[in-house]
């Protein structure tokens, strides 16, 4: 029965109240158990969603095993999974307590005729490279030039940006005798949009941009903000 480990997975969890202020335990978490005298690395991957623990355990021996009837109560840690021995399959028990920066689990057969200690520390390196980095702001900083069809008539504009973080400033050129000033110029994502006020015939209209990013292109619609006129254009660096 003390080879029984040739298919056992391991794993732990736990889930502490925001009042206690422990860390969440979800990740990667690496030990090693002594098996007949050899040391058996195991690496652990946990899930916890509240007092319930899920997850898979690796050892050098057998494929990932799945925790079953993982629960946590406080820092103490329980659950069951299963492990293969030579044709016949046993229940082994674990249980598990948090200290300090580690879990200290004791873990047996169901029956009791064998069981071993485990110690797992948490993957710094895993849980560093498992956080995404947050997406850079695209930089849409200088001159952007197009043309669109205005009644009949094509019309070439350059559109002057500077960017910054998700802040946008700049003019429009090509529609008046002045460049125009844009207003609350945004950057979500691959979407850019503002406004500025445009002169027609003897009226003032507040026109809304809205483009969309791509490479070095943003393809803009267009439009007053009362809807009774609106086109697009593709612009360019």
């Known amino acids: 029965m003390k080879a029984l480990f040739g298919w056992v997975g391991l794993a732990a969890v736990l889930?502490?109240?925001?009042?206690?202020?422990?860390?969440?335990?979800?990740?990667?978490?690496k030990g090693s158990f002594d098996l007949?005298?050899?040391?058996?690395?195991?690496?652990?991957?946990?899930?916890?969603?509240?007092t319930d623990v899920t997850g898979t355990v690796e050892i050098p021996t057998?494929?990932?095993?799945?925790?079953?009837?993982?629960?946590?109560?406080?820092?103490n840690v329980t659950f069951?999974?299963?492990?293969?021995y030579q044709g016949t399959t046993y229940?082994?028990?674990?249980k598990g307590k948090v200290a300090g920066d580690h879990i200290d689990f004791s873990f047996l057969t169901d029956n009791?005729?064998?069981?071993?200690?485990?110690t797992v520390k948490r993957d710094v390196a895993a849980a560093a490279a498992a956080v995404p980095e947050p997406p850079k702001a695209i930089d849409l900083t200088g001159a952007w030039k197009g043309a669109f069809d205005a009644n009949g008539t094509n019309m070439s504009v350059t559109f002057n940006l500077n960017s910054s973080a998700n802040v946008v400033t700049g003019t429009l050129e090509g529609v008046g005798v002045t460049p125009i000033e844009i207003h609350d110029g945004k950057i979500d994502g691959n979407v850019v949009t503002f406004w500025l006020s445009a002169d027609y015939q003897g009226q003032t209209y507040q026109v809304n941009y809205k483009?969309?990013?791509?490479?070095?292109?943003?393809?803009?619609?267009?439009?007053?903000?009362?809807?009774?006129?609106?086109?697009?254009?593709?612009?360019?660096?």
């Open 36 to 50: 007949n005298g050899n040391t058996l690395p195991a690496v652990i991957n946990l899930k916890v969603a509240g």
């Open 80 to 84: 069951w999974m299963n492990s293969q």
């Open 112 to 118: 009791g005729s064998w069981g071993a200690t485990l």
């Open 211 to 237: 483009g969309t990013v791509t490479a070095n292109q943003i393809d803009f619609s267009f439009g007053t903000a009362d809807g009774g006129w609106g086109t697009t254009v593709t612009v360019k660096k």
């Open 15 to 29: 889930w502490v109240s925001p009042l206690a202020g422990a860390a969440d335990l979800t990740g990667t978490w």
């Open 91 to 94: 229940k082994v028990v674990f």
């Open 62 to 75: 057998g494929p990932p095993s799945e925790i079953r009837e993982g629960k946590v109560d406080g820092d």
